[in-house]
């Protein structure tokens, strides 16, 4: 399985948060359960993280979306190059504090994941 994190809006480089921290966060909780890093092609996680300055507020809205992209072809032309697609996902929306926004964003991500561990060990055996 490999990790990817789409490019960040620029308020989150300006509060400290990094697609490097994101991607290292995503990746040692795949480890931490078994789920290996990176298992080949045919896999990817993307985590795309959105931010809406909430004006007088001092905070921030974060959606955190997490996707299970998989190398798809399709069965009528199968030398047609195949296609990353989006077969899992599920996402989240929180008002965080500027001074919070890495912590919320983290802990959202955190969320995120335990929902695609549950779901991914679920319908795959580790055996």
Not at 25 to 33: D, G, K, S, T
Not at 49 to 69: F, I, M, N, R
Not at 85 to 96: A, I, K, N
């Amino acid at each position: 399985m490999r990790v990817a994190v789409n490019e960040l809006p620029p308020e989150a480089a300006e509060l400290g948060l990094t697609r490097e921290r994101l991607k290292g966060l995503i990746e040692l909780r795949l480890r931490e359960v078994g789920i290996k890093v990176p298992a080949g092609p045919g896999f990817y996680v993307v985590a795309t993280v959105s931010t809406l300055h909430v004006a007088g507020a001092g905070s921030y809205a974060a959606d955190v979306l997490l996707q299970l992209k998989q190398l798809v072809f399709l069965e009528p032309w199968p030398s047609a190059p195949g296609q990353y697609l989006p077969t899992w996902h599920t996402s989240r929306l929180r008002l965080v504090p500027a001074s919070g926004y890495v912590h919320g964003v983290e802990n959202t991500l955190k969320e995120c994941l335990d929902d695609f561990i549950g779901d991914w060990l679920a319908a795959n055996d580790r055996t």
